[in-house]
Nanobody
Framework: QLEFVESGGGLVQPGGSLRLSCTASGFNLDYYAIGWFRQTPGKEREAVSCISSSKSADGSILYADSVKGRFTISRDNAKSTVYLQMNTMKPEDTAVYFC????????????????WGKGTQVTVSS
């Protein structure tokens, strides 16, 4: 069974940092693009970042404008884990963060993502 588990969320002060982990089980992560998304109550889910498959010739990495220069996505296929390093955090980064996957490449519209995890809560507050 294909499954993701997100971890690393918590409470952080504005300007602080957190690193989220998205760990896969049940499939070979090498062949999948992995995306991070976030959602707050009453709002639509927002795409945050995506990293293409290690097997992809494209090799693209995408970031939402709201996180460019502050967040970094990376992957460790040996650990079946994708990370989201979040720096210089802002209160508006508060959300539940989810990861999901699609075969091969990221898409600019983030379409075709599946195998959603249950999410991890991130709260940025003083």
């Amino acid at each position: 069974q294909l499954e993701f588990v997100e971890s690393g969320g918590g409470l952080v002060q504005p300007g602080g940092s957190l690193r989220l982990s998205c760990t896969a089980s049940g499939f070979n992560l090498d062949y999948y693009a992995i995306g991070w998304f976030r959602q707050t109550p009453g709002k639509e889910r927002e795409a945050v970042s995506c990293i293409s498959s290690s097997k992809s010739a494209d090799g693209s990495i995408l970031y939402a404008d709201s996180v460019k220069g502050r967040f970094t996505i990376s992957r460790d296929n040996a650990k079946s884990t994708v990370y989201l390093q979040m720096n210089t955090m802002k209160p508006e980064d508060t959300a539940v963060y989810f990861c999901a996957a699609r075969l091969s490449d990221c898409r600019k519209d983030y379409a075709g993502m599946g195998y959603w995890g249950k999410g991890t809560q991130v709260t940025v507050s003083s």
